[in-house]
């Protein structure tokens, strides 16, 4: 078996000696070959550059530590995903490796995929997302709100990116009236976390304190910056998931728009900055709002205000007219305020008798009653005074003592009722309807 193998090499390797291939004829070739020799597969590895085409079809790459496969996952297969893939997950894949015949791409055609863990990039920004989440860098309590009519805008970014030619574009169409400063850096690479911060730092010192300026001579004041990126792979933005770039973002005097990558992408950059952008160019919209808008809104104003000014004079002109009317007929004036003087002298004169009539029948009633009412009191008084003197007379002692009974008491004239109060030999004194007489105890029954 292995000298079959030897010889049908040694035939193949002839054969390729002497034939001349076409391109197309070639690519099918090794097609075929890796159809048969290694299909299928399934490789594990972190995913990267991941792209969802309009088509539904997936498009990424599959990395490890020394190299990394293109990888297409077509729209029937992506349906069947139980979660949303993104860059920097560990994933395990199945499907068959294919050359891609129009490029010559060496790539895996994937059937299945599934999650396999996280990726060593994706695990770091994680880690560090959540640290600084804890230290209150993502807290929204800081987070500043973008200034409406910035005096200048400050720019962070490649000379040579894309990010750079469509924010100057969208600010030059929008508020050509703002100065923009550019403050240049790479942002990818080794090294680029570092340039971006000083080129933080050198916009920091463009920007506003207290109310006052305090750029350098010639040099507009930052009222806001805005750190912009086009879209790439989690390595392509790493630089954006740097520590000391996301402490100096925090450090801003101004507010700062982050328009990193692609609507999916997220950086560190992202959750520190003021306000996150979609987009390179929707950071550009954040920060300078149209000149049309303004110069349309001054127009509505102008408008609004003529129309209260023609309003306002209007009114005055009115009240101008009816003074002027007033002034030019003064004896006009003067008939209507006789008019009410002699309807305010009847007013009054009628008011004047009616209390008077009303106070005189007042007294002649009080006439007619007081003496009524006087004699009325004095016959009642009478016969409750009479009745008293009855009630008084009743209670006469005087009259129970001519009725034979007297009135005994002791020495030191305390009323004796009882014979017991009594002791033999004892002087007592009784009082009788007339007179009384002086007692001396002799027996006590």
């Known amino acids: 078996m292995r000298r079959a193998t030897v010889l049908a090499r040694a035939v193949l390797v002839a054969v390729l000696e002497v034939r001349t291939w076409q391109v197309g004829a070639l690519c099918r070739a090794l097609s075929d070959a890796l159809e ?26 599959l990395k490890d530590s020394s190299a990394q496969i293109r990888c297409v996952m077509f729209k029937r297969a992506a349906g069947m995903l139980d979660f949303s893939p993104r860059d920097g997950q560990l994933v395990e894949l199945r499907g068959r490796v294919t050359l891609y015949e129009p490029r010559g791409d060496l790539q895996l055609a994937v059937e299945s995929m599934r999650q396999a863990g996280t990726g060593a990039l994706f695990a770091q920004f994680l880690q560090l997302k959540a640290r600084l989440e804890a230290e209150g860098l993502f807290d929204p309590a800081r987070k500043r709100t973008l200034p409406l009519m910035p005096r200048g805008i400050g720019i962070v970014t490649s000379l040579g990116a894309a990010a750079l030619r469509d924010v100057v574009t969208t600010l030059r169409r929008r508020a050509p009236h703002i100065p923009v400063v550019v403050s240049a850096a790479p942002v990818q690479g080794a ?58 973002i925090s450090r801003s005097p101004v507010p700062v728009v982050s328009g990193v990558g692609h609507e999916t992408d997220f950086t560190i950059a992202d959750f520190v900055a003021d306000v996150r952008a979609s987009t390179p160019t929707a950071a550009a919209e954040m920060v300078a709002t149209a000149r049309a808008a303004w110069l349309d809104a001054l127009a509505n104003a102008d408008t609004r205000l003529r129309d209260r000014v023609w309003r306002r004079l209007d009114m005055h002109n009115q009240a101008v007219d009816a003074l002027a009317a007033r002034l030019g007929r003064p004896s006009a004036l003067a008939q209507t305020q006789r008019f009410t003087l002699l309807a305010l002298a009847r007013r009054m004169q009628r008011a004047a ?48 003592l001519k009725r034979g009974y007297a009135w005994i008491v002791d020495e030191k004239g305390r009323t004796i009722t009882a014979a017991a109060q009594t002791q033999p030999g004892q002087q007592l004194h009784a009082t009788l309807a007339s007179g009384g007489l002086d007692l001396l105890v002799q027996k006590r029954d």
Not at 36 to 61: D, I, K
């Open 191 to 248: 090294g680029a976390a570092g340039e971006l911060v000083q080129a933080l730092s050198r916009l920091y010192a463009l920007a506003p304190q207290d109310a006052v300026p305090r750029s350098p001579v010639g040099a507009p004041p930052v009222d806001v910056i805005v750190l912009v990126r086009g879209g790439g792979s989690i390595e392509d933005l790493w630089a954006f998931n740097d520590e000391s770039l996301a402490r100096t």
């Open 36 to 61: 048969a020799r290694f299909n299928p597969v399934t490789v594990q590895g972190e995913l990267t550059g991941f792209t969802r085409a309009a088509s539904g079809h997936l498009y990424f790459s």
């Open 353 to 400: 008798g009616y209390t008077l009539g009303l106070r005189d029948s007042q007294l002649r009633r009080l006439q007619v009653q007081v003496p009524v009412q006087a004699v009325r009191g004095l016959e009642t008084r009478r016969a409750r005074l009479a009745r008293a003197q009855a009630q008084l007379a009743l209670l006469d002692p005087t009259l129970v």
